[in-house]
């Protein structure tokens, strides 16, 4: 069932199936200010005993700020909350987690160049450190979860995906009584995501409460217990039929009728086949490319692709088969040990990332607060890093044309935020992305766009604007390169998917449903052309 509420309380009394599980966290008329600006407002939420509770929202509603009340990083400007029936109000999070209130954050908070164990470590153990004993206990805690860590890995050199589990497994150490999880599953894969479910149910079951922040209405359906609707920092709506009732939360999320589906690309209209023609130019043209770590291993493996003007690539593959080491090569980052590469027929095998802007390619990295953002910096300022040059005049930024252009990009992307002086780390996950989007697509003489994963921990309206804009950019004659963990995504917005598996380009298919099944056994390594 389904309880909605125009902005007050919504939480109600609970149904006859959840009248056995005791509230293991209440919070109450909570309310949260920035300034003048209201993020929460009268919030009434049980978290309970035994199940895992889905905060589902835009990006922006407020599910962050709400974790991040409930975890210590804020405090409430009003309302109380209860644990276990006591008062609790941490003032840090080291108090939340003195209570056994653990979080998983949606950004990683790990030191680079640090080892995983040392990371691990951090902060609970002093003095002389037996770290092959350490890594043996992280090891098989991180197994009994289902979790795949390198406990001596340095976390600087480590995907993404390999981050976040750090991250989960650095939670699962405290043995919370109530665990957060806010968009732990956006860099997982499939089967990885399957084992993240398992820990949340398995966390549950052992008496604990867990609370996961998702996007995706799949992971709701299989795992939630309960889940409360976000929006404009109220409670709009709730279920404890959350399998039932996917369609209903999907409208009280957007605010508008949708089947929202599992990855928001639903509503986009069908995009024309792309006819590939010699005298289309080439966008991007990547020949032979081969590229060997620092410990001598081989990354990638004479790897040769093209994109034509207006072609959206798709490149599928399993986290770690190369795609984070090409994406890093044609940002700059990394030059390849053979081969070359060129963007409109100017060769940048061995070029700075500012040569490459100047040639005209966007990037958009898969970790935009790493590589793609300055997040001291302002909103407007992150969005011009790119066109620095065109506001200045005698060395000195024109701000008034710089606010003027933000304040434009902003409305054309759909960036929320206070306003253009916002610190860009004020901004959602959401908006983070969409203004890293604005700003790579707005790059002077745009040829070729790199987009890696660009929808990660967005939510179904943010999904839609991205690929809306980037299917926009290639139809304009711009090129792009879209790397994603997501197929479902890559087969709704691309023209071909070339799968990348140890290295290797094993085959291209062209991006249609029917080829799903095809495409899944390259990315298994079980088929080949």
């Not at 149904?15 to 599980?21: H, I, K, M, Q, T």
């Not at 941490?90 to 164990?117: R, Y």
């Not at 409670?235 to 089947?259: C, K, Q, Y």
């Not at 943010?462 to 950019?473: F, L, N, Q, T």
């Amino acid at each position: 069932m389904i309880m909605r509420s125009g902005g007050a309380s919504s939480s109600g009394a609970p149904l006859a199936n959840n009248e056995a599980s005791l509230p293991k966290l209440e919070l109450t008329d909570i309310g949260r200010d920035f300034g003048s600006f209201t993020a929460l407002d009268g919030i009434d939420i049980a978290f309970r005993t035994g199940e895992v509770h889905c905060l589902l929202g835009e990006n922006g509603a407020g599910k962050s700020t709400l974790c991040n009340l409930i975890f210590g990083v804020h405090q409430p400007t009003r309302g109380f909350m209860t644990l276990n029936g006591a008062p609790y109000a941490p003032n840090g999070p080291h108090a939340a987690l003195a209570q056994k209130v653990a979080m998983v954050h949606q950004h990683f908070s790990l030191i680079d160049e640090l080892t995983t164990v040392d990371n691990l470590l951090l902060g609970r153990k002093f003095g002389l450190v037996d770290r092959k004993a350490e890594a043996a206990k992280i090891l098989a805690l991180a197994e009994e979860f289902g979790l795949d860590i390198k406990p001596h890995a340095v976390v600087g050199d480590l995907s993404v995906g390999q981050r976040q589990r750090i991250e989960i497994v650095k939670c699962l150490m405290q043995r919370p009584e109530v665990l957060i999880l806010d968009e732990p599953t956006a860099v997982l894969l499939p089967d990885e995501i399957e084992a993240l479910l398992k820990v949340c149910a398995d966390v549950a079951a052992r008496g604990s409460a867990v609370v996961l922040v998702t996007h995706k209405l799949a992971e709701i359906r299989k795992i939630a217990d309960e889940v409360s609707v976000l929006r404009a920092g109220r409670i709009v709506a709730r279920s404890t039929r959350p399998a039932e009732d996917m369609n209903d939360l999907t409208t009280a999320m957007i605010g508008r009728s949708g089947t929202g589906g599992a990855f928001g690309v639903a509503s986009l209209p069908p995009r024309a086949p792309h006819a590939r023609s010699r005298m289309v130019r080439e966008a991007l043209q990547i020949d032979g490319l081969s590229f060997f770590d620092q410990t001598g291993a081989r990354r990638l493996d004479k790897v040769t692709l093209t994109v034509d003007q207006g072609e959206i690539i798709g490149l599928a593959g399993v986290e770690g088969n190369g795609q984070s080491e090409l994406g890093s090569i044609l940002a700059g980052l990394d030059h390849p040990s053979e081969g070359r590469w060129f963007v409109g027929g100017k060769e940048l095998t061995h070029a700075k990332p500012r040569a490459i802007t100047a040639a005209g390619a966007g990037i958009i990295p898969e970790d935009r607060h790493k590589v793609g953002a300055v997040n001291a910096m302002t909103l407007a300022d992150n969005l011009y890093l790119n066109q620095t040059k065109s506001l200045t005049r005698w060395g000195l930024i024109d701000r008034k044309r710089q606010t003027e252009g933000a304040t434009s990009l902003m409305k054309q992307f759909d960036v929320r935020a206070q306003g253009p002086a916002a610190p860009f780390s004020s901004l959602s996950g959401g908006n983070q992305q969409k203004a890293v989007l604005a700003r790579e697509l707005m790059t002077p003489n745009l040829r070729f766009l790199l987009a890696m994963n660009p929808t990660r921990g967005l939510d179904i309206g943010a999904i839609e604007a991205v690929y809306r804009s980037i299917r926009e950019a290639a139809d304009k004659g711009i090129g792009v390169l879209l790397i994603s963990s997501e197929l479902d995504e890559l087969l709704a917005v691309a023209d071909r998917i070339s799968v990348i598996y140890r290295g290797s380009i094993v085959g291209t298919r062209m991006a249609s449903y029917d080829n799903r099944a095809a495409i899944g056994s390259l990315m298994s390594g079980t088929a080949t052309q």
